[in-house]
């Protein structure tokens, strides 16, 4: 089978090359940086952050004071998000190195290159999971167990887009599980509204991972690889719009209910929570379905979104209440 070009407007290959990877690593370790995606952070801080949120949450929710120990939580799921999200990235490849190789922008990604084999990248995922464990190890043993059951989600993953048009939705569900760990870590049980929180997470994932989606929908329908932006084609933005939509409600419910701040909600938490309404309307109004960079672009900004969300919650813990 011939390989797929790449989609217009974007690079054919996404293993970037002259980074930090090349300029500062051993050659040996290049190409696991590379099966970990270490040279590409933004799916790090996308698992990263819905931890913070769920840490920075349950704070509040539980009533207690901002402390030098939760930060260091927040430092522990930093290193954690980086060794998970690395495993989740070669886990996928090992899956897929059959796909990736029929397609033009993958084909040189380290497996179906050569550069590390099947069984090389499995040793270095155990690796990665070894790490994974010794952060979640750190916590109390509701969070561990949390921890533990997200392994479930991650194995599926890569199988989904195979069977549904929906995969986003599954990585909605395995991306976001942070909340639940992080919320736990702090609580030290589960709690009804951080469900809340959860599922904010989750249409925020269909939204930016569906804008993702769009970059690679040429080659997604000539090798049968299904997609939400197949699925959703030229509605998209509506779509979009309404996770976004369901994102914001979602989020200030939880803040609601959580009584974020002091003694009530706090109005920091509102004045970041509208900031980060007006990021997303900016992201369904400028976004161009069909030009690979913008859809790049949007998505690597939710970031910023994530960051946003993270402050407001902060904010409404230490700031006074309205």
Not at 272 to 298: E, N
Request: net charge positive; charged share 15%; glycine share 12%.
């Amino acid at each position: 089978m011939a390989k797929a070009g790449p989609p217009s407007g974007i690079d054919p290959t996404d293993i970037a090359q002259g980074n930090w990877v090349d300029r500062w690593l051993p050659a040996g370790t290049r190409p696991y940086a590379r099966l970990a995606r270490l040279d590409r952070p933004i799916g790090t801080w996308l698992l990263l952050l819905p931890c913070w949120w769920g840490l920075a949450y349950a704070v509040s929710a539980t009533g207690q004071t901002l402390t030098w120990l939760h930060l260091w939580y927040g430092v522990l799921f930093g290193i954690g998000a980086i060794a998970m999200r690395g495993a989740g990235c070669t886990w996928n490849d090992i899956v897929d190195r059959d796909i990736d190789g029929k397609v033009a922008r993958t084909a040189t990604r380290p497996i179906p290159s050569g550069d590390v084999s099947p069984w090389q990248a499995f040793a270095f995922l155990v690796f990665l999971c070894l790490i994974g464990l010794a952060v979640l190890l750190q916590f109390n043993a509701a969070a561990i167990w949390t921890g533990i059951g997200a392994l479930a989600l991650v194995f599926c993953y890569p199988f989904m887009k195979r069977i549904t048009y929906f995969p986003q939705a599954w990585l909605g569900l395995t991306f976001n599980w942070g909340v639940h760990v992080g919320f736990i870590a702090v609580a030290g049980a589960p709690d009804p509204r951080q469900l809340l929180l959860y599922a904010a997470g989750f249409f925020w994932t269909m939204g930016y991972d569906t804008i993702y989606a769009h970059q690679d929908k040429e080659d997604d329908a000539l090798i049968g690889v299904k997609s939400t932006a197949l699925k959703f084609g030229d509605a998209t933005r509506p779509w979009i719009a309404g996770f976004y939509v369901l994102v914001m409600a979602l989020l200030c419910a939880a803040a609601w209910t959580g009584g974020v701040g002091a003694g009530g909600v706090g109005w920091g938490v509102w004045a970041l929570l509208a900031l980060a309404a007006l990021h997303l309307g900016w992201q369904v109004r400028t976004v161009d379905f069909d030009g690979a960079k913008s859809c790049l672009h949007r998505f690597r900004a939710n970031r910023h979104f994530g960051m946003i969300v993270t402050a407001a919650f902060v904010a409404g813990a230490v700031t006074v209440p309205l």
